[in-house]
């Protein structure tokens, strides 16, 4: 529409809509103010968009989802002592950001959807993480009590584990989380699989070392 000009342009709706839906917008109810419209972000107060703010906005709404305080989360996060790149991968776990073939798919790329470490269910991030059998051994096996139980996303599960666990559980689950990120990787690209004890063992000597390192 138009500013100044009180009704749909048919041009332009001929070329995007069916008639169903020109019908449909045609009922739209459209203001008599002439003024121009303008973009305001309504996550800020005065309207203006910001990294800040949408960070603040897409980590509350996580935690809103899991009922669970976002900001609390991600103090939790930055102030455990981990290798920053392990840090990196946790926040891009929870926000959705790995590569999983599920995303991919999302982004129109061409993959098989099999997780390439079971191939017996397509691959997400809760399935590499916590279904897959693969994951589900290695955090029985491990000295943690992480139960997978039925998250609806990945924040839901840290979450849980961030409330119940002390900091050096959190810790450990964190470094268990990405090797199980890289040795899905090692599989993928270099067809390297990589056993249990061994995936455990780096996960708490990689820590070890780290943390004395420091």
Known sequence: ???????????ILQDIFNARDRGLVHQIPLSRRNIEDKLFWHHDNKGIYSVKSAYRYLTTDLANLNHFNSISLWKQLWALKIPPKVKNFVWRLCNNCLPTKDVLIQRHVDV????????????????????????????????LQ???GNPSNM???LCNVFIKGPTDSISLCCMILWCLWRNRNEILWNNKRQRIPSLLNLASSFLFQWQSAK
Not at 1 to 11: E, L, Q
């Open 155 to 157: 924040v839901s599960w």
């Open 112 to 143: 098989d959807t099999m997780c390439p470490v079971c191939s017996s269910e397509p691959e997400s991030a809760l399935h590499t993480f916590t279904r897959c059998q693969f994951a589900q051994d290695c955090w029985s096996l491990s000295s």
């Open 1 to 11: 529409m138009t500013p100044g000009i009180f009704s749909w342009d048919d041009d």
């Open 146 to 148: 992480v139960s997978s």
